[in-house]
């Protein structure tokens, strides 16, 4: 027989799950969103040319099945003066999610955005994600961590630090880094960790595949990157025909057991990558076709 104490600590506990509050129930990215084996999809940024409404459009022209917004773009071609980020309006949420649904497309992440250290202030950008059903939200806000951690906590949305390229005239700048981001982030909620920009390690001089076993167990998102060559003037081309390893990246993601969103963060031929995007989508594609 069942303990009179231990059966009704058995039914509290089920109770408060079932009526916990609706922010602390995390937003894993849906599997149909998978490509070869990957959530991949569009840094809206790679569009940041074009209206939120038409990178929704061109991401899934691509064949990507998520989207990664960032901060500012501009909605529509109807609404040029309306911008989309953590300050819009429901009525606006409303127009973004409407047009997903259209494209079945699946809203997985948003960055890069500042994140405050002033709680109210940062808990804005944590209700936008949690209203766009995000899995993450991508920083640099280092000196916010410990605001961060304790949102994390409350809406169970993951944040990825994010790597720009190694600085020659600012050598505080150490998000390049990948030992300085496992620094600030072993120690923290394991919500917390790298979007690895498998690009900008390349322009600082790195391997991609080393830095994501340095960061192993703590990526959260990547902005996968394949570049001409090694250096800070590489520019982007379709996975495969660049110095990235991109089979050796997915492999050890793999390995991993990552489960973020690989944003392509296509920064070239900027007004016309369209048919460069889908050959990236098309690699992974016969990557997990292969594997």
């Given at each position: 027989?069942?303990?009179?104490?231990?059966l009704?600590?058995?039914?509290a506990?089920?109770?408060?799950?079932l009526?916990?509050?609706a922010r602390?129930?995390?937003?894993?990215?849906p599997?149909?969103?998978?490509?070869?084996?990957?959530?991949?999809?569009?840094?809206?940024?790679t569009?940041?040319?074009?209206t939120?409404?038409e990178?929704?459009?061109?991401?899934?022209?691509a064949?990507?099945?998520?989207?990664?917004?960032?901060p500012?773009q501009?909605?529509s071609?109807?609404?040029?003066?309306?911008?989309?980020?953590h300050?819009?309006?429901?009525?606006v949420?409303d127009k973004?999610?409407?047009?997903?649904?259209q494209?079945?497309?699946?809203?997985?992440?948003?960055?890069v955005?500042?994140?405050?250290?002033d709680?109210?202030a940062?808990r804005k950008?944590?209700?936008?994600a949690?209203?766009?059903?995000?899995?993450?939200?991508?920083?640099?806000?280092?000196?916010?961590?410990?605001?961060?951690?304790?949102?994390?906590?409350?809406?169970?949305?993951?944040?990825?630090?994010?790597?720009?390229?190694?600085?020659?005239?600012?050598?505080n700048y150490?998000m390049?880094?990948?030992?300085?981001?496992?620094?600030?982030?072993k120690d923290?909620?394991?919500?917390?960790?790298?979007?690895a920009?498998?690009?900008?390690?390349?322009?600082?001089?790195?391997?991609?595949?080393?830095?994501?076993r340095?960061?192993?167990?703590?990526?959260m998102s990547?902005?996968?990157?394949?570049?001409?060559e090694?250096?800070?003037?590489?520019h982007?081309?379709?996975?495969?025909?660049?110095?990235?390893?991109?089979p050796?990246?997915?492999?050890?993601?793999?390995?991993?057991?990552?489960v973020?969103?690989i944003s392509?963060?296509?920064?070239?031929?900027?007004?016309?990558?369209?048919?460069?995007?889908?050959q990236?989508?098309?690699?992974?594609?016969g990557?997990?076709?292969?594997?």
């Amino acid at each position: 027989m069942i303990p009179i104490r231990t059966l009704c600590c058995a039914v509290a506990g089920a109770a408060a799950l079932l009526f916990a509050p609706a922010r602390l129930v995390s937003a894993p990215i849906p599997e149909d969103c998978q490509t070869g084996g990957f959530a991949i999809g569009c840094q809206a940024y790679t569009f940041n040319r074009f209206t939120v409404f038409e990178a929704i459009e061109k991401t899934a022209a691509a064949g990507g099945k998520v989207i990664e917004f960032f901060p500012g773009q501009k909605l529509s071609k109807e609404e040029p003066t309306v911008s989309f980020d953590h300050n819009a309006s429901d009525e606006v949420l409303d127009k973004v999610k409407a047009k997903l649904a259209q494209y079945h497309l699946h809203a997985a992440n948003y960055g890069v955005v500042g994140i405050p250290k002033d709680e109210d202030a940062a808990r804005k950008i944590f209700e936008f994600a949690k209203k766009m059903g995000l899995y993450g939200v991508t920083t640099e806000s280092v000196d916010a961590l410990d605001t961060i951690e304790k949102l994390v906590k409350e809406y169970d949305i993951r944040v990825g630090f994010h790597d720009h390229p190694r600085r020659s005239n600012d050598p505080n700048y150490r998000m390049w880094d990948p030992n300085y981001v496992l620094s600030v982030v072993k120690d923290r909620d394991p919500r917390i960790g790298s979007c690895a920009d498998t690009g900008h390690w390349v322009r600082s001089g790195l391997k991609p595949v080393e830095c994501l076993r340095i960061l192993k167990g703590r990526i959260m998102s990547s902005h996968l990157k394949d570049l001409d060559e090694m250096g800070p003037g590489a520019h982007d081309v379709p996975y495969g025909t660049g110095v990235s390893d991109i089979p050796g990246i997915l492999d050890e993601l793999k390995s991993q057991g990552f489960v973020g969103n690989i944003s392509i963060e296509y920064e070239y031929h900027w007004e016309s990558s369209l048919p460069e995007v889908a050959q990236c989508i098309g690699f992974v594609r016969g990557y997990g076709a292969k594997k």
